[in-house]
């Protein structure tokens, strides 16, 4: 009988237990919550949570709402919170509900957010920034509100894959521009809140739309509202500068496409014969096309029209009938024949380059020889292609630069390098860009004319992992090159100046950044023809996009740089460039080498601030690299541990083979490149491989 209770006894303690042990909640929820605990201050308002550890689902902390391990609902509203939200919001993957709205959080909205949510409200704040692209990913979003903040800048155009998106809230903020084309995807659309902006242009694509409620009161918007939208039941438009007079007649088919045609009122604005008419003059301009078109090979027409869709950068103005002149088709037929000249030169090129990268010491694996070779034809063909297509930038003048950035102030400037400095230029229409003004002493003793052949070099250059070049001016020994504005600045940035609550970087955003970065190098060593050395690589030249993405700048500027072991960017010189005409393509990859360890690290490539035998990255970490326990301690703290381990490894095998102090050792950034995927392409199978008990350092990379 005794046994009998004592067993008794256990079975019921481990009942009592068992509900208890499952509410452990998820560690990657437990990190993302203490650090949005941190990033907001520790507000009291908050009880429960912790800066550290704890149980969420399982001591209730206030707002969270669990299913099982898992944080499904975070509602904070209205407690007076302060701060920002944190950067691993990310990590939330069961959040479905993301609630701080009424509170005075502030700074840019991170440019993460719980991946999975379906409602998120952070109305009634202090946000400023604009509106995270992370969004765009967010295919099962129903409702956001970002109203009655300080959002400010264009909209992106990436609301086009958010099908199930009824509610939009972006009101009360400082937003300009034009409407994104992309809001005419919002196919479940229904109440749509624009008011107290200043937003611009005509609201046309709003119109089949299934809108309910619509305000997009006192804002700049032009043209005339659309009939399909005045139907609506709820609706403000007042504070507008709408056209006055009778509205243009309706493209066919869209005055009614969302309320249905009105048969029998006579008034349908497009008669039949007139759609026949339209369509009959496509089609002559078609035929005119197709007609030239033919007349070339069927490969590079295809690839004319290949590159054109890939192109997304790039406005497409449809040519009208009567630009197709006689001197049109003329240039058209010359430009042909050129091309077909460019693919049997590429062909040749691309024969001698693939010979040169047989011989090249090898990382273990490469594509096959054939797919190789077409791959570096095609890519090379679309190059020049491109660089056909546009090969001049445009014209900026003087006045207008020194308007736009305060004639220089010392607030715009945003960089400063070997080359010269970096303002931000801002537009009366919201538009922002960067202005590169180059040393003027850099031009002492050179051709009147060498300026402009740089920047007709440099507007060849095409790659989306490389910075646009925009324009240029050369005005009174002004010589400037216009750059795309990167709001998030560059990976020196994140990597040394921000803290560790409000711009770090994931190991799988890093593995990104370099990747696109080595893919950057590629096209300027082995694409281009001749190759071009960049000479300047370095975590400062490589700024951000919005979604994080590199983008390398400074390329095609070598011939500014005299470089010496002495002004070499600090930390990144190889030890052969000791004078200018040593600097090959092999000091590139050993430049991209220190980027990669500052990737691995945190650290700064020269550091006088550590230990003197941890000053020199290169130095401290090269023997380190291949050693498994040093690796765990080397790695950035700012991680917090959240990384794969196998990963961090094979991506210190590359930077290794990167850094080798001779040159010839080095691979060429092909063989990098495909050393990289093939790191990605390993850890997205291991993951896929794990079991339910894997560590959470592999549940962080997400590939």
């Known amino acids: 009988m005794y046994r009998l209770g004592v067993l008794a006894l256990l079975v019921t303690c481990i009942g009592t237990l068992t509900p208890w042990v499952h509410s452990k909640t998820n560690a990657r929820d437990v990190s993302a919550l203490n650090v949005m605990y941190s990033s907001m201050n520790s507000p009291s308002a908050l009880t429960g949570w912790k800066s550290s ?83 765009s990913q967010m295919t099962d979003l129903k409702y956001l509100n970002l ?63 299934p809108l309910n409620h619509l305000n997009v009161a006192n804002n700049q918007f032009t043209g005339w509202v659309p009939d399909a939208l005045q139907d609506i039941d709820d609706i403000e438009t007042e504070g507008n500068s709408w056209s006055s007079g009778p509205a243009p007649p309706s493209p066919p088919g869209a005055s009614h496409a969302k309320k249905g045609s009105k048969e029998g009122d006579g008034k349908s604005g497009v008669s039949g014969l007139t759609i026949a008419g339209i369509v009959m003059g496509v089609l002559v301009v078609l035929a005119v096309l197709v007609a030239l078109f033919s007349k070339r090979s ?61 011989k090249s010491p090898s990382i273990g694996f490469r594509p096959p020889l054939h797919d190789r070779m077409e791959s570096l034809k095609d890519n090379e063909f679309a190059n020049r292609l491109n660089a056909r297509r546009s090969t001049s930038a445009m014209s900026y003048n003087l006045a207008d630069l020194q308007s736009a950035t305060g004639n220089f102030a010392t607030g715009r400037l945003i960089g400063e390098g070997s080359t010269g400095r970096v303002y931000r230029a801002k537009y009366a229409d919201g538009k922002v860009l960067a202005v590169k003004k180059i040393d003027s002493s850099l031009f002492q003793g050179r051709r009147a004319d060498e300026f402009s052949e740089i920047v007709a070099k440099i507007s060849m250059l095409h790659h989306q ?32 100046l921000s803290d560790d609550y409000s711009k770090p970087l994931t190991w799988n955003t890093r593995v990104r950044i370099a990747l696109g970065t080595a893919r950057a190098v590629e096209y300027l060593h082995e694409v281009c023809s001749p190759s071009v050395v960049h000479k300047n690589i370095k975590s400062a030249n490589i700024l951000l996009d919005v979604e994080l993405n590199p983008r390398l700048t400074d390329c ?27 600097y090959t393509l092999k000091s590139d990859i050993y430049s991209f080498g220190v980027v990669m360890l500052e990737l691995l690290t945190g650290r700064m490539p020269l550091d006088s601030s550590k230990p003197r035998s941890e000053q020199c990255l290169v130095r401290w970490a090269s023997p380190q690299l291949h050693d498994i326990d040093a690796l765990g301690r080397m790695v950035d703290p700012a ?15 590359i930077i290794a083979l990167c850094v080798q102090s001779e040159p010839e050792f080095r691979p060429p950034m092909s063989e990098v490149v495909e050393a990289l995927v093939r790191l990605v392409q390993r850890s997205s199978m291991n993951k896929r491989g794990e079991s339910p008990g894997a560590s959470r350092r592999m549940d962080d990379f997400d590939y």
């Open 556 to 582: 095609g500027l070598a011939t500014f740089h005299q470089r010496t072991s002495q002004n070499l960017g600090v930390g990144y010189n190889a030890p052969e460039c000791t004078k200018p005409s040593a």
């Open 147 to 209: 109203g009655h903040n300080q959002l400010n800048g264009q909209l992106s155009d990436m609301f086009g894959k958010l099908p199930k998106l009824a509610t939009l809230d972006l009101s009360y903020n400082s937003l300009s521009g034009n409407l994104p084309q992309s809001f005419g995807s919002l196919s479940s659309l229904t109440k749509l809140h624009l008011q107290n902006n200043q937003l611009t242009g005509p609201i046309n694509v709003l119109t089949n739309l």
């Open 298 to 358: 069927s490969s590079a027409s295809s690839h004319f029209l290949d590159e054109e869709r890939a192109s997304q950068r790039r406005a497409f103005t449809p040519l009208s009938s009567r630009e197709l002149s006689h001197d049109l088709r003329a240039e058209m037929h010359k430009s042909f024949r050129a091309i077909d000249m460019d693919r049997k030169s590429v062909e040749s090129s691309a024969s001698v380059d693939i010979k040169a990268l047989e």
């Open 639 to 653: 991680l917090r541990g959240l990384y794969p381990p196998k990963s961090v490894s094979r991506f210190a095998d």
């Open 465 to 496: 992992n490389i910075a646009e070049l925009v324009g240029y001016c050369s005005e009174q020994r002004h010589n400037m090159l216009v750059y795309e504005y990167f709001r998030n600045g560059s990976l020196h940035e994140f990597l040394h």
């Open 53 to 135: 550890g704890g149980d969420p689902c399982g001591e209730s902390w206030k707002g969270i709402d669990c299913s099982g391990s898992s944080v499904t609902e975070i509602n904070l509203s209205d407690l007076g919170l302060s701060g920002s939200m944190g950067y691993l919001l990310s990590s939330l993957t069961s959040v479905t509900n993301f609630d701080l709205s009424k509170n005075n959080l502030n700074g840019d909205i991170p440019y993460q957010l719980p991946p999975n949510a379906l409602h998120i409200d952070l109305s009634s704040n202090a946000f400023t920034g604009n509106v995270p692209y992370s969004i």
